[in-house]
């Protein structure tokens, strides 16, 4: 419930936006405007860590409507899910600050999707996300991304992933779901 109210605007927002003929190409830049809220506050007033990753959530969706990905995802009966993510801050948003999410597909590799998202006043970003998210099928089991290209199109002009958020897909990632993976502190 941490985020609901704002994330059901928001997929009604972007509805909106499809239905006016405002959609995106895969390789486009979503925006959505918010502010920051007395809730997404931690002690210190000023947003809370976690909240930014909620609140590039909705600029998720929003980038999934308008790009037609999401309802390619519902007729196919596949969902995403966040395998790994990172986050680098440079500027606190204090209450009631206006701001942008800003959303892009940044690539993919052999076996998932990057996005970028940022956190940006008057054209600064505040935050920066790489999020690796990997298409799963209601009936279980992945949806490989040549099955998802043939759904949706492989976009055309998404710009080259850089050489680290690969190494850091790499080094971040746990063992597979089937294997053990023992929480070992040595």
């Known amino acids: 419930m941490n985020v609901i109210w704002r994330t059901l605007l928001v997929i009604f927002r972007a509805r909106s936006r499809v239905r006016r003929g405002k959609t995106l190409d895969a390789t486009a830049v979503g925006?959505?405007?918010l502010t920051t809220l007395p809730t997404d506050l931690d002690i210190l007033r000023h947003m809370n860590n976690g909240r930014y990753l909620s609140l590039f959530d909705l600029g998720r969706w929003d980038l999934l409507i308008r790009s037609g990905l999401f309802d390619a995802m519902k007729e196919n009966g596949w969902y995403a899910v966040v395998s790994s993510e990172t986050?680098?801050?440079r500027r606190s948003l204090v209450p009631w600050k206006r701001f942008e999410v800003q959303s892009r597909f940044i690539g993919h590799d052999d076996k998932a999707l990057f996005l970028e998202h940022r956190a940006v006043v008057k054209?600064?970003?505040y935050a920066r996300a790489i999020i690796?998210?990997?298409m799963?099928?209601?009936t279980g089991g992945t949806v490989a991304n040549e099955e998802l290209f043939a759904a949706v199109g492989k976009p055309?002009?998404?710009p080259e992933i850089d050489a680290w958020v690969h190494e850091w897909a790499a080094a971040s990632a746990l063992p597979p779901v089937r294997a053990e993976a023992p929480s070992d502190w040595s």
């Open 31 to 33: 925006s959505i405007r």
């Open 87 to 89: 986050i680098t801050f």
């Open 123 to 125: 054209g600064q970003i």
């Open 132 to 134: 690796r998210a990997r």
């Open 136 to 138: 799963l099928r209601r």
């Open 156 to 158: 055309e002009g998404v």
